[in-house]
């Protein structure tokens, strides 16, 4: 059974910065891509970040370009989010999930397990 648990949410002031954590078990983590997702309140998830297997790959959404970062230390089985330059419309729920292949993107079905999702408030 894979577990992801992600933490380094909170609260902050617009232009501040904040780094998730998503610690994995379960399933072989350096094999597989993984991504960070997000859902704002009354709106539908969305794709922010990925990175490949090895970490050789990554891709943003093209908002997000320049401002935050996915990392992946396969030793300690965790995936990071450096999200620098906040601003109020980042603030949502967000998501690390796991992905069933060494590459993805974007693709929801690409991905079979989900954490539970860290609170990322940003204020004005």
């Known amino acids: 059974q894979v577990e992801l648990v992600e933490s380094g949410g909170g609260s902050v002031q617009a232009g501040g910065s904040l780094r998730l954590s998503c610690a994995a078990s379960?399933?072989?983590?350096?094999?597989?891509?993984m991504g960070w997702f997000r859902q704002a309140p009354g709106k539908e998830r969305e794709f922010v970040a990925a990175?490949?297997?090895?970490?050789?790959?990554?891709h943003y959404a093209d908002a997000l370009k320049g401002r935050f970062t996915i990392s992946r230390d396969n030793a300690q089985n965790t995936v990071y989010l450096q999200m620098n330059s906040l601003k109020p419309e980042d603030t949502a729920v967000y998501y690390c999930?796991?992905?069933?292949?060494?590459?993805?993107?974007?693709?929801?079905?690409?991905?079979?397990?989900w954490g539970q999702g860290t609170q990322v408030t940003v204020s004005s």
């Open positions: 999930a796991q992905s069933f292949l060494t590459n993805s993107g974007s693709n929801f079905n690409e991905y079979d397990y």
């Open positions: 379960g399933r072989t983590f350096s094999s597989v891509a």
């Open positions: 990175i490949s297997w090895k970490g050789t790959l990554t």
